[in-house]
């Protein structure tokens, strides 16, 4: 198969980590001998530095036309005072609008060599797999009429939620298409006791699910899945929200995971004419200042995004299986980076790699 993949390594710990997921990439094309196109783009602060812009024109064109992209982190402290159109962050929210990526997909699970770490009962978590399907482009964040305005005791706030069928739909389809691949239950959460909007999400979905009849439904208020996702996290398959409670929810459902630096995420488009999703993958974290430069960084964020592309751009199952394997094996012998080894020697975030290059 022909793998035709853009690499944006970005600032930071980012070039760091995608060091380590490109070579796991290279690995998989060798040992499935598919046929790997990689093409270096610039992101971020170092692309300000470079081109005078967070989003070059160049990069927005290569990702409209590649099958997926990878990117590592953006974000360097010098850009802090910096105006919004020339902050680094600038170029994430660009990318993803240029791509039209309308669902971000977080799986969430727990390893079984790092459970000791984690601040929840051991029981309680120990099996937790989920994904969470948060939808991206809508919702509060995006609504108008928004603003403040007035003065004194008139001055007034202003947020507007607003979701259109079309929006639920094409989201909730997603939803219950990779539940399909999983185990098929999708739990949609809303919270249509107060909201109108969230009666038209619960509508919608109700109405979607029809057409997946051998998907299981349930529904959640978000007061009451914010407390199921510590109390029972396995009861989880596919998590369905809209942008603001997945937005909240995801966070809540990484510290199942034990470290920020383990944690792959996808945002997902449109399917196409290649048949493969428009994806850009990138590990949750940030680029990690005070600890870039140092081979101090977590490459399994990164890596466990290069086995979500293979999955869900490439419909490569096996190799997605694998590269999750391999992180599972690399966890069980504790070849892992400072941020999940207290005590001990930690391995480098090279290292880290080596030991998946090896493992796959
Ligand atoms: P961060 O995720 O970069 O770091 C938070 C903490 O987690 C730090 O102590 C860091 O050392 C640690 N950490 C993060 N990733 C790690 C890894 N892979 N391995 C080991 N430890 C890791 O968040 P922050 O400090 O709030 O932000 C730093 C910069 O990154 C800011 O400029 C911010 O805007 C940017 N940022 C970018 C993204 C993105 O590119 N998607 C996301 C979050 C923050």
């Known amino acids: 198969m022909n793998l035709n993949i853009l690499v944006l390594p970005g600032d930071g710990i980012g070039t760091e980590v995608t060091g380590e997921a490109v070579r ?37 064109q290569i990702a409209t036309q590649v099958d997926a992209t990878l990117l590592g982190a953006v974000g360097l402290p010098e850009f802090d005072e910096a105006p919004p159109h020339l902050r680094p962050e600038r ?28 601040p929840l009962k051991n029981e309680l978590i120990e099996g937790t797999d989920m994904i969470i399907v948060r939808e991206l482009t809508g919702g509060i964040y995006y609504g108008t ?11 007034r706030a202003v947020n507007t939620m607003v ?14 298409q990779l539940a399909r691949g999983r185990r098929k239950k999708v739990t949609s959460v809303d919270k249509s006791n107060v909201l109108e909007n969230s009666q038209l999400w619960r509508k919608v979905v ?49 510290v199942l995971a034990g470290s920020i630096g383990m944690l792959p995420s996808a945002s997902i488009g449109d399917k196409k004419p290649s048949g493969a999703w428009t994806g850009l993958y990138e590990p949750v974290h940030g680029s990690a200042p005070d600890i870039a430069g140092q081979s101090k960084a977590n490459p399994l964020g990164a890596i466990g995004s290069v086995a979500a592309m293979l999955d869900y751009s490439f419909g490569l199952k096996e190799e997605s299986e694998a590269v999750n394997r391999a992180i599972e094996m690399v966890l069980s012998i ?25 493992a796959i």
């Open 24 to 60: 796991v990439l290279r690995r998989v094309a060798e040992k499935w001998n598919h046929q790997l196109k990689l093409t270096e783009g610039l992101l971020g602060g170092i692309a300000i530095h470079k081109t005078g812009t967070p989003f070059p024109k160049e990069t927005e």
């Open 91 to 118: 170029g994430l929210l660009g990318i993803r609008k240029a791509m039209g990526v309308y669902a971000n997909l977080r799986p969430v699970r727990t390893y079984k060599a790092l459970i000791h770490s984690s």
């Open 145 to 155: 009429p928004r603003g403040i305005s007035g003065e004194g005791a008139e001055e």
């Open 163 to 176: 979701y259109t069928r079309p929006e639920i739909e094409r989201v909730a389809r997603m939803a219950f």
């Open 206 to 254: 109700i109405e979607i699910a029809r057409e997946y009849p051998d998907v299981e439904l349930d529904h959640l208020l978000v007061d009451n899945c914010a407390m199921q996702l510590v109390l029972n996290p396995r009861r989880f398959d596919v998590v369905l929200t809209e942008n603001m409670f997945g937005d909240i929810l995801s966070d809540e459902g990484a």
């Open 334 to 358: 504790g070849r892992v980076t400072a941020d999940l080894k207290p005590s001990g020697a930690p391995a480098t975030t090279v290292e880290v790699g080596d030991a998946i290059v090896a």
